[in-house]
């Protein structure tokens, strides 16, 4: 089953916009990551944040984490065309080595 | 600094048959781990194995099984295929003590007839 919703299931975007997309969890975590999947392909690890940090940057990436609401949001700044792909967050927990991921928001940025 | 490398890119096979899926971790990760991706369930989590042993399995029947051997590179066996199981498969891989952060490959796509 999966543990995490993402919101939203969807997102189209203009070139230099920002996006926004949201996941919320259920149980307890130890902490949070971000994958990209391009066109069915890998994921790509982003970032990770722990369940005693409540915001994380990389690049133009900006995580937080709300571990009272079990949420997440992951922002990307200034999106670029390459952005281009679906998100996942993925938590782990007390069942190690297992990530448990979310369905997943497919961002489409338009040149 | 290769990446997780995994064998065939497409597979096809008939139901009944037996699927076997091949992954090389980064070089220095002793962990890894084993994902399925099938259209309308998301990413599941198949099995992790480290050092050669199986450390964590997922809620998945026993005709999916592994191994790994020891120069840490998987095999991932599918014994008596179901349609249902036509998917992408992922392994990723880590160092055992950085588990919640696991890279992966580029999968392999299997269908089932």
């Known amino acids: 089953s999966q543990q995490g919703e993402e919101d939203p299931q969807a997102l189209s975007i203009q070139e230099g916009e920002n996006a926004t997309m949201n996941c919320s969890y259920k149980?307890?975590?130890?902490?949070l990551q971000w994958y990209r999947q391009n066109s069915g392909r890998g994921l790509v690890h982003l970032i990770l944040i722990r369940s005693n940090e409540r915001e994380k940057h990389s690049g133009r990436l900006r995580v937080t984490l709300d571990t009272s609401k079990k949420s997440s949001s992951l922002l990307i700044t200034a999106s670029r065309a390459a952005d281009t792909a679906s998100y996942f967050c993925a938590t782990g927990g007390t069942s190690y080595g297992k990530l448990t991921f979310g369905q997943g928001t497919i961002l489409t940025v338009h040149p | 600094e290769a990446g997780v490398t995994q064998s065939p890119t497409h597979l096809i096979k008939t139901r009944g048959q037996q699927a076997t899926l091949r992954c090389s971790p980064i070089?220095?990760?002793?962990?890894v781990y084993w994902y399925q991706q099938a259209l309308g369930l998301g990413l599941q989590f198949l099995l992790w194995y480290d050092e050669g042993e199986e450390r964590n399995r997922g809620n998945f029947p026993p005709r999916f099984s592994g191994r790994q051997f020891p120069n840490y590179s998987s095999e991932l066996n599918v014994n008596a295929l179901e349609l249902e199981d036509s998917a992408l498969y992922l392994c990723?891989?880590?160092?055992?003590?950085?588990?919640?952060?696991?890279?992966f490959g580029p999968g392999t796509r299997l269908l089932v007839l």
């Open positions: 149980t307890s975590i130890n902490n």
């Open positions: 990723a891989s880590s160092w055992r003590r950085s588990w919640e952060t696991q890279y």
């Open positions: 070089s220095g990760h002793t962990s």
